[in-house]
C-alpha cells in the first residue's frame, strides 16, 4: 500500500490554486480564530467568514474555528449565521491576526438558541450533497410521539431515510440496512441508539447542539460503515451564566443544567432524563414488583487551556431496565467518554486529537431458582485519532488525520446463578479486532463556478484470536458443516483485510441560485450486526469480519440539482443516487443467530443494490415554515441461497416514501405544526398454502420466494400546538406548552401481517395485522428554560 | 410457557397494549399450486407407524385437506429390513412388521402421482422420564393461579439431544399454536431437570387444571434436523410482535428424487423415541 503514498501526496500537494498565479508577490497573512454564540459562548459550527471584495471566505469547523488567508491590506470581514445578527469587522492585516466573534441571535424573544444553522445560501454554493442539517428549534416544534422530541424520528422526515415502522429501532438509509448507519456522538460511535426497544432514541434533545446526516458524498474522515453518518454533537454547556432546561411530559422528565466553570474560559453541561411508566406499577398488587423504565445522562465540559489548547470532555450513560418481578430481568444500554484536545498549531493549522471509549452491552436473566442464569453479551471499542484542518489558501483546505480503533466483543456468555440451576455455563469465544485509518482530502475552490472535495481513506482491519476458527462447507441455504479447526492465541492475527476508500465531490454553480453536484463513494463496513428479525432487536449480537464474514464494500453515485428560489426564502434540490454493494449478509431460514457458536454456518452472503431520486422543498422564511420531501427508490439484493438465487426487494424497500412537514407561527405565543408521512408498506412474504402437521395449520409458499408481497401502505398525520409562556424581558424564567396528536386519524399501520389458526376453529385461517400504534396518541408537556 | 407472559410484559412496558392491536385483515393472495404434505414417524415403541400424505391447499381454504391415495410407501432401516406400508384409510399408510430401534436409520420412500420422494431419519438416545409433578401455585407478577405440570429428569451428558414434549389433559392434547414446545440441550446439558413447566395453569380447550384431572406427558428424543424443523414451525406459528422473525417456509426432510423434477414437497417424516408418564391431580 506504501506505494499509494507519493501519488496521494502529488494528489494533494502537488495542485497549485489557480489564484495564486493572480495574487503574486503580496505578503500573506491570516486571519483565525473563533465563532461564538453572544448569549451562551457556544461555538457556531459552519458559521461563514467572507471578505466581500475578494470573493473569498471560510466556514466554521466543528469546534467553532475559522482560518482565512489573504494579502495584506484592509478589509471588511463579514461574519454570518442562519438566524444571527451578520458583523462586519473591518481590519488592516499586516500580520496573522486571531479574532474571534460572537454573534447575537436575531430577534431576542427568548433564549432558545438556534446553534445549527448555515448561511442561507449553503444549500447550492457547499460542495455537500447528500447531507441534511436539522436545527434543534424546528425539531422541538414538530409533532413528537407522546410529546417527547427525537432526533431520529425527526430525519425520518428528510428525504432518503426511513423505517421499517414505527417502533422499529434504527433507520434505513439510501436502501441501506439499520447497522450501515455510523452513529456518533461527540465522535463516540452508538452500536444501539434507542431506548424502549426503539421507541424513543437515546438522545437527549435538551443535550444536542447539533445533528448532520450525510447519506451520499461522505468525506473521506468518516468511514466504518456503509450507508450514513449520523453526527450529533452536544451542547458545549453555558459560558456566561447558569442556565437551567427541562420538561415534563407523560412518558419522561428532562432536566439541564449549564454553567459557566470559569466565564469565558470553560463551562460545563449536565442532562437527564428518566422515564416513569413504571411508577404506576408500583399501584397496580399484581405489578409492584415488576420495573420497567430508561434513563440517561449527558455530560460535557470544556475549558480554554490558553490561546491556541482547549479540552473537552464528554460522556454519556443511558440505560433501560425490564424487571418481571422476580421472573426476569433485562438490562441494557450506551455508555461512552470521549476527551477531545484542540489546539491549533497555527493561524493555518487546527488539530483535534481524540481519545474515546464506548460500550453497548445487554444483560437478562432470571435472578433466582431453578432455572437462574445470566446472559451477558456486549461490544466495547476504545478508540484513539487525531484529525487535522490546514487552511492552505482561501481556496484550498487539507483535512487529514490518522486512527484507530480496537475492539472486543463478548458474543453471549450464560452463567448458572443458584446452586440448583438446570442451566450450565455457556461461553462463546470472546472477539477483537483493530481497525486501522488514515485520510487526506482536499477541499478545493478552482473557481467561483467550481469547487471539490475529494480524498483518500486507508482503512484496515485485522481479526485477532483467540478461540477456535473454523471454515464452513455444504450447499448454500442450509446450515453448512464447520470443518477444519485451528486454534489461535489471544491477540494473535487471523485474518487481515486493507482496503483503499476513495471520495469525491464537485460542485458547480450555474448561476447565484442554482448548482450541480455529483459525488462519488466507497465506503467499507468491517462490522455487522447480526439480526434475524423484521426490526433489530436489542439483543442482537455486532460481530467483527472473520475469515468466513467479508467487510461489505458500497459503490455510490448520486449527482443532483440544487436551487434556491425568492433569495433563499425557499430551497430546492432534487438528488439522484445508485448504490452497489457486496458481502451483504443474510440468515439460512430458521437461523439461530443467539448463543451460536456456529453462527457462520448459518449466514448467507451476497450481493446489493440501491438506486432512487430523492426530491426536497423546504420554506426557510415566513409565517409557514416547513418542507416536502419525497422519495422514489428501489433496494435489492441478491443472495445465493435465497429466493432461487434470484434478486428481491430488502424488507426495508419504499417504492414511496412522502413526508410534509409545516410549521405555522400563529401568533407571538402560539405556533402550530403537523407532519404527514406515506410510504410503500414494508416487504414480506406471504404464503399462498397451507398444511397441517401435528393438527397445527402451517403456511407454506410455492416455490420459496421471499418478500413476494407488501403490507398496505403506511400513512400517518401528526399535529401539535405550542404555547410559549408570556414573554417578559425582565424575567429568565421561561416557559411553553406543547399538546400534540399523534396519528391523528387513528390508522392501524401495519406493522406486520402474519397468518395462523383461529383459536376457536383450527380448520380456519386467518391474516392478522399488527398495529404498532393502534389509535390516536394525545399528549402534552411542559417545557422550561431560565 | 413462562416466556409469553415475561414477552406480554415486555410489550407492556412498551406501552403497546395501551394502544397495539392486533386484528384479523382481508388479504388477496394468490392460491398455491398442491404439493404433498407428509406426516408419519418411527418411534422406538412397538407399531404400527403410520404416515399421512396429504396435499396443500390455498392458504383460506377451510375444506379438509384432499387426501393422496395409492401411493406406494416403502420404509427401510439401516439393518436392511425394508416393508412396502399399507393403505388403511385414504391417505394413511401403516407398516405391519417393522419396530423402530435407537440407533437406526431409515428411509422412507413414496411413490405418488408420477413423483418419487425420499425422507431419510434417524431414532436417537433418550433420557428417562424420573416424573412428572402439578404444581399449585398462587398468583403473583410472573404465574396465574392453579396447577402447573412440571418435569423432572436427567438430561443425558454430551451436547447434542433435542426433544418435544406433549401434554394431555383428560386425553385431549395440548395443542394451540403456543402448546408446540420444542427444545435442545445446549444450555442445560447433563443437568438434572428439576421441575421445568410444561405448561401454564391452563389445560386443554383453555380450562384450568383442577383436582381429578388425569394428566399425560410425552417426551420424545428427536433428531437435529426435526427439531428444526418444528421450532422453525413453532417460530412461524406464533410469529407475532416486534420482532418477529420474517416469515419463510419450514424446512422438510422429503426431498423429490425424481430426475428432472422439480415439484417440491412439505412436511417431515421423523424418528423418534417415546417415553411418557402420567399423574392424576391431587
Redesign the interface.
Known sequence: MLRFIPLFCLLFLGLKPPVRAQAPATAKVTVSGYLKDAANGEALVGASVVVKSLSVGATANEYGFYSLTLPQGTYTITYTFLGYEAQNVTLTLTENLTRSVRLGTQGLQTDEVVVTGKKPDENVKSTEMGTNRLDMKTVKLVPALLGEVDVIRSIQLLPGISTVGE??SGFNVRGGGVDQNLILLDEAPIYNASH????FSTFNPDAVKDIKLVKGGIPAQYGGRLSSLLDVRMKEGNTQRLGVSGGVGL?MSRLAVEAPIVKDKGSFIVAGRRSY??LFLKFVP?????Q?YFYDLSAKANYILGEKDRVYVSGYLGRDV?A?????K?TLGNRTGTVRWNHVFSSKLFANATALVSKYDYGLGVPEG??S?DWKSNIVNYSLKADFNYYRTPQSTLNFGAGAIYYTFLPGR?TPIAE?S???T?ALDEQQAVEYSAYMDNEQTFSPRLSAQYGLRLSMFDYLGGGTVYDYEGPNGR?KTPVNPRQYGSGQLIKRYPNLEPRASLRYVLNDNSSLKASYNRMVQYIHLVS????S?PLDVWTPSTNNIKPEHADQIAVGYFRNFRDNAYEASVEVFGKRMDNQIDYI??ANTL?NKNLEAELLYGRGRAYGAEFYLKKNEGKLTGWVSYTLSRSERQINGINNNNWYVN?YDKTHYLSVVGIYSLSERWTVSGTFSYSTGIA???????????????????G?V??N?RVPAYHRLDLAATREGKIDPAKRWHSSWTFSVYNAYAR?N????????N?DNP?????????????V?PSVSYNFNF | MRMNRILAFLLAVGLLPLTSCLDVVQVDIPEGKPLLAVEGAITDQPGPYYVTLTKTAPYFDEAELPRVTGAVLTLEDSEGRRETLKEVSPGRYATSTLQGKIGNQYVLTIRAEGEEYRAETEIRRTPEIDSIRAEYRAKSPTDGEGYYILYYGEELPGVGDYYQFKVYHNGQQLNQPGDLIVTNDEMVDGKYINGVELTEEEGAGGVLFKKGDKVRVEALSIPRDYFYFLNEMATQINNVGLFSTPPANVRTNVRNVQPGSEKAAVGYFAGHTLRTDSLVIE
Open positions: 417502533g422499529a424502549l426497544f426503539g421507541l412518558i411508566g413504571d399484581d405489578q409492584k414488583d415488576n420497567a425490564f418481571f418481578g422476580k421472573a426476569f433485562n431453578n432455572q442464569f450464560v440448583n438446570i442451566f450450565r455457556i446450515q434475524n428479525t423484521t426490526a432487536s431460514n430458521g448463543l424488507k414480506t412474504t406471504f404464503p399462498d398454502s397451507r398444511y397441517v402437521y401435528q393438527g397445527l395449520v402451517v403456511p407454506n409458499v410455492n420459496d421471499r418478500n408481497y392501524r401495519a406493522y406486520s401481517i402474519y397468518f395462523r389458526q383459536e380448520a380456519k385461517t386467518e391474516a392478522v395485522r399488527l398495529a404498532v400504534f393502534g389509535s396518541l
